[in-house]
């Protein structure tokens, strides 16, 4: 528990300076300078003239050598930056006096020259490298240069092909997150797997400083450059078991700022020369400030007192906040020369750099605040338990158990009420937040025009440039809604239209049950298929449709690639690579000689300075002239081999980029060639059933007739044979009336014979009438029988 607690609370750090001197170089040989700096032997002490400075560590000339540097004031950062604290290396110092050398900021990745930067790669990838097994990391790099006072992104890479015809680069804007730490807007981070991948974006981003500072009279020692080096480092679940009590603390998120900082004797010459003093005041605003701030934060009296540091006075100041007086662990390097005709930039540099030994920074582990607190709670709430359990075994009194009880409960509810608070806090500090990125962005905008009515543009003219791209937006808005809507209506329309067919279904098939009776069945069935056709036409034009669009894309995108591999095309390839290779070849031969001629006059140069007569005093600056001459050459061919490296660099690339290109074209065409077979394979489809659901509504629609055709016969034949039948009826009464006729006549004969007539006589008639009556019976029942048949 200790020590987790120890490392969430903020460790205080002066911030530590180191003295690099840097032997005598050839141009000041060949001006005849002589060293003017001793270092105390055992001490770190530097003594120049009168002055005696005192620091943490002091390197080259007879003290501690170079090479240790980093071993001593850097490998610990490191170290740091792995336990989630941010850490910063700065080199300070007059142009020329080693900065860029120290840090080594124009690492090429081709010798370890044991600068800072590379040394620090190689260390980081180790210790990620050993940590894998429990932990993952997230490495990221960006490099950025501050030069007249704006920041300018050195990894952002405007495209290889319009390098040459790029526009003035767009400086980035500093943001300030809710909490207070400083965030460079929309800054090229890059993530990187390997110690080369990182090398390769420092190599890449101080050529650009590089290019940048031959275009601009070789000013590079007036730029600031930092290279940022971010780390996420997440504990996996195994680790996280065997610390049960720092689980917490899941996601570690730390950087390394190496700050190579623009020369500093400019701050005192720019006042004499007028023609520079416009330049001069922008470009060392930043060191001004730097000194303020370190002024303000090394005078313990005025830091007691809470006096105001003067951060904001420049990009460089802001950006390094947290670095000096902040929450980070910084080592300065003042680089110093140690010729006599520096001595008064040296003894500036010394001062300086003793001004920033009092700074007292406070580095905190970077880590999610409501865990930290949660955890502080929870440690709290453990050690009154124990307490408790503790109290309970003894003989301790019943109240002072209850007393630690509810003090358990009391800090439970703290705990729970801060954490209610702690979220309400944040969520207002979210808000808060986006409020202050509004006003950023508003104050950016304001800023804008307001630069621009300062370059001369009239009123209007900015009001205009702003609202117009206002209207593009909204335009791009209007338009955006115009589709929705129209797909709105479209999907209104088809569910319309199938809920209206299935009404008009039901009703026609109603009416038709009740007019047809038999032949109904038929309509249902064509009207049915109807609609089928309808949905499945809509459904075949919105696919038709659709695959049109697919294949405009398609052709609107090959177009595209065709014109920029035609672009790619114009430059000629093979040929100038070849070219540029075979110079760059002869180059790196032409520079070997001429080192190893460096070499040689090198040694003659040393045999020479021990012999003291007068003519080997003339060779010696004869040896000295030619000397600086060389290393100049060799310093020009080195640029320019740089410039060719470069070059081919991007040759590749746009050969890469020609490649790929090519690759896509392919692929669209072959989609093309896919997407066209499907549209006709679709068609044809479609008119196969169209053809065949035409045939079968034909085949329907005659059955429908010959069936209403048989109907109206068998109506026509009912009709006849419904009259055959009354008629058959008019007849069987008219004969069962003319039999009861006949019936009631035999009757009334029988009756007159029964009351007087001769035997004979009245028996025949009987039997006449008997004999005609049976034959009457008989031919009606013959009647009956034959129609019943019928
Ligand atoms: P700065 O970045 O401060 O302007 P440089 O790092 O470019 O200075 O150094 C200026 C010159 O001094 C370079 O030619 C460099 O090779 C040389 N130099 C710097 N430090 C050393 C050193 N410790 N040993 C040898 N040469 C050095
Ligand atoms: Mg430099």
Redesign the pocket.
Known sequence: MGSSDMASQPQSDSVKVAVNVRPLITPELVLGCTDCVTVTPGEPQVQIGPHVFTYDHVYGSTGSSSSLIFEQCVYPLVDSLFCGYNTTVLAYGQ?GSG??YTMG?NYSGESNCGGIIPQVMETIFKKADAMKGDTEFLIRVSFIEIFKEEVFDLLDDPGSVAKAAAPARVPIQIRETANGSITLAGVTEAEVKSKEEMALHLARGSLSRATGSTNMNSQ??RSHAIFTISIEQKRTSSSASEKSTSNEYDILSSKFHLV?LA?SERAKRTGADGLRLKEGIHINRGLLALGNVISALGDEKKRKEGAFVPYRDSKLTRLLQDSLGGNSKTVMIACISPADSNAEETINTLKYANRARNIQNKAVINRDPVTAEMQKLRSQLEQLQSELLFSRSGSAALEELQLLQQKVSLLELKNSELYCELKEREMSCEQLAQRAIATQLEKDQLMLKLESARNGKSWDDIENAGSEQDVDLMKTYISKIQQLEAEVTRQKFTTACRNGLHDRLALDKGMLLDDLGSGCEVGTLEVSSEVDEEEKEREHSSIQEKLDMELQDLDKRLQQKEAEMKQFAKSDTSVLKQHYETKLHEMEQEKRAFQKEIEDLRHALAKLSSSTDECSHKMKDNYLQKLSMLENQVSQLKKKQDAHQQLLRQKQKSDDAAMRLQGEIQRIKSQKVQLQQKIKQESEQFRSWKAAREKEVLQLKKEGRRNEYEMHKLLALNQKQKMVLQRKTEEATMATKRLKDLLEAKKSTRDAHGTGASGIQALMRTIDDELEVTVRAYELRSHYDRQIQE
């Open positions: 142009t900065k860029t900021t590079s020692s190579d020369g």
